[in-house]
């Protein structure tokens, strides 16, 4: 059973930039729910995705965007990026509705 | 606002010893209480968690405890092992709509448990 797994690992953008991170579930998950986490904070909530529809987001700007594609992969995309956006961002996978068990290594996203 | 607060940033303890991480708080709303420990360049994983209704939890060394009148949970390890050595998230839901995905996580307590 493999876990969650995340691309790239380390990112380094310019401010303004485009970004795009990509998140694999656990074998049989269906939902996916990203978070952020900036430097000496707790991950922080963006949104979930279940069954490639999102079902619930937190308080980030529409310029945080995400999809999951039909086989529960799962990408966060974030546009005209702040310095702010600087962080570690994390996504975790579930089946249906249940806690989150496991999340990903995360990938770590630097903005110049 | 914060509404999940860990107000311990770290915490050193000797093998073999208790470790005792503390919770805060202030949404009276949340029904479901979560531990995560992190390691080093890895993501959290799930420890052990507790619904509003019940005041104890154990599994194993782990042990949550929760005080609903006073908004507090506690994290109990016992005994403490080196491999225990990580970052302890302490996270809340409200079990709306039967999604438990939006957590919101204190900011941690870094245990360093000492051979």
Redesign the interface.
């Known amino acids: 059973e493999t876990g969650v797994t995340q691309s790239p690992t380390h990112l380094i953008k310019t401010r303004g930039q485009q970004v795009t991170l990509r998140c694999s579930s656990q074998s049989g998950h269906n939902t996916v729910s990203w978070y952020q986490q900036a430097l000496g904070q707790g991950p922080q909530f963006i949104f979930q995705y279940y069954r490639e529809e999102e079902n619930g987001r937190g308080n980030f700007p529409p310029r945080f965007s995400g999809l999951q594609f039909p086989n529960y992969s799962s990408e966060l995309n974030v546009n005209a990026l702040e310095l702010d956006d600087s962080a570690l961002y994390l996504c975790a996978s579930s089946l249906g509705f249940g806690f989150l068990e496991h999340f990903g290594p995360g990938t770590r996203l630097t903005v110049t | 606002d914060q509404q999940?607060k860990?107000n311990s940033p770290s915490l050193s303890v000797q093998e073999g010893r208790i470790s005792i991480l503390n919770c805060d708080y202030t949404n009276s709303m949340f029904d479901?209480f979560?531990w995560?420990k992190k390691y080093p360049?890895?993501?959290?994983?799930?420890l052990i968690?507790i619904s509003s209704i019940k005041d104890k939890n154990e599994d194993g060394r782990f042990t949550v405890f929760l005080n609903k009148s006073a908004k507090h949970l506690s994290l109990h390890i016992v005994p403490s092992q080196p491999g225990d050595s990580a970052v302890y998230?302490c996270?809340a839901?409200v079990y709306y709509?039967?999604?438990?995905?939006?957590?919101?996580?204190?900011?941690?307590t870094k245990l360093s448990v000492k051979p």
């Open positions: 999940v860990q479901y979560l995560y360049a890895e993501g959290p994983t799930f968690s998230f996270a839901s709509g039967g999604s438990q995905g939006n957590l919101i996580f204190g900011k941690g």
